[in-house]
Nanobody, 115 residues
Framework: QVQLVDSGGGLVQAGGSLRLSCAAS????????MGWYRQAPGKQRDLVAA???????NYIDSVKGRFTISRDNAKNTVYLQMNSLKPEDTAVYYC?????????WGQGTQVTVSS
C-alpha cells in the first residue's frame, strides 16, 4: 500500500516562501506522474503543478514563475517550492501520485498567506 506524507505548510506573510514536501513510502519511479493540488474553503480541489517520471513539469498560469515542482528520486520525495506567496495561495495543499489506474493522495498540508 502506497502512502504519501505531505509536510511543510504553515503561516507566512505575503511575499514569503515555503517548501512543501511529499514523501512516498516506496519508490517514486512507480508513478507515471506526481502533482500538487490545492483546495481553498468552499472551492474544488485544483491542480497546481505536476511532474512526470521523465521530469516534464506543468503549472497553472497563476503560479508560473513563482512555484517550482521538483523530485528527488533517491529520497522518494517530491517538492513544491513556493516563492512570492500571495493571500490567494491560501489553501490546503495535497500531493497526488498516479500509477496506472490508481491514484494516491497525501493527507494535505495547510498553507496560509497573510496580507
Amino acid at each position: 500500500q502506497v502512502q504519501l506524507v505531505d509536510s511543510g505548510g504553515g503561516l507566512v506573510q505575503a511575499g514569503g516562501s515555503l517548501r512543501l514536501s511529499c514523501a512516498a513510502s516506496g519508490s517514486i519511479f512507480l508513478f507515471n506522474a506526481m502533482g500538487w493540488y490545492r483546495q481553498a474553503p468552499g472551492k474544488q480541489r485544483d491542480l497546481v503543478a505536476a511532474i512526470t517520471s521523465g521530469g516534464t513539469t506543468n503549472y497553472i498560469d497563476s503560479v508560473k514563475g513563482r512555484f517550482t515542482i521538483s523530485r528527488d528520486n533517491a529520497k522518494n520525495t517530491v517538492y513544491l517550492q513556493m516563492n512570492s506567496l500571495k493571500p490567494e495561495d491560501t489553501a490546503v495543499y495535497y500531493c497526488k501520485a498516479v500509477s496506472g489506474r490508481f491514484d494516491y493522495w497525501g493527507q494535505g498540508t495547510q498553507v496560509t498567506v497573510s496580507s
